[in-house]
C-alpha cells in the first residue's frame, strides 16, 4: 500500500477538523458579542411618528 498518501490524507483531514472548529469557536464568540450588545442597546423607534 502507498502509506504516505494514506497519511498525507489522514493529516489533511485532521487540518480540516482543525479549521473548522477553530472558525466554529471564532463565529461562537461573534454572535455572543452581537447578541450582547443588541441587549445593552435596544434600536430606538421614532416617537414622533403617528400610530396606524
Do not use: C, F, T
Amino acid at each position: 500500500m502507498n502509506y504516505p498518501l494514506i497519511a498525507l490524507i489522514i493529516l489533511l483531514a485532521l487540518a480540516i477538523v482543525v479549521l473548522l472548529a477553530w472558525k466554529n469557536q471564532k463565529d461562537k464568540k461573534k454572535i455572543e458579542k452581537e447578541m450582547n450588545r443588541s441587549e445593552i442597546k435596544p434600536e430606538k423607534h421614532d416617537e414622533n411618528k403617528p400610530g396606524i
